[in-house]
Nanobody, 127 residues
Framework: QVQLVESGGGSVQAGGSLRLSCAAS????????IGWFRQAPGKGREGVAV????????YYADSVKGRFTISQDNAKKTAYLQMNRLKPGDSAMYYC????????????????????WGQGTQVTVSQ
């Protein structure tokens, strides 16, 4: 059974940075995907970034390209989301999720791929 635990959320001013961590247990890091998603109040859950943990491919939502970086430490079985130049529109609950398979290219953000989810960590960005 895969268990995911996020940490690193908090409150920052616009332009600031945060690094989220996602510690995974029971997950086969040599294959599959770890994705970061976010959900703001009253909105649907959207994909932010994904890393294909076997091959290392990375994909990002257009809204975060150039500002966010997803990475992994296989030895620690931990994925990270470095968030720079944060904007108020980035405020949301952030979740990491694991999938045994998450499609190819632009299909990575389909929620149905992801069977294991963390509890979420809140990110609040103020003006």
């Amino acid at each position: 059974q895969v268990q995911l635990v996020e940490s690193g959320g908090g409150s920052v001013q616009a332009g600031g940075s945060l690094r989220l961590s996602c510690a995974a247990s029971g997950y086969t890091y040599s294959s599959g995907c770890i994705g970061w998603f976010r959900q703001a109040p009253g909105k649907g859950r959207e994909g932010v970034a994904v890393i294909y943990t076997g091959g290392g491919s990375l994909y990002y939502a257009d809204s975060v390209k150039g500002r966010f970086t997803i990475s992994q430490d296989n030895a620690k079985k931990t994925a990270y989301l470095q968030m720079n130049r944060l904007k108020p529109g980035d405020s949301a609950m952030y979740y990491c999720a694991a999938a045994a398979f998450c499609g190819y290219g632009g299909y990575w953000a389909r929620l149905s791929w992801y069977k294991s989810w963390g509890q979420g960590t809140q990110v609040t960005v103020s003006q």
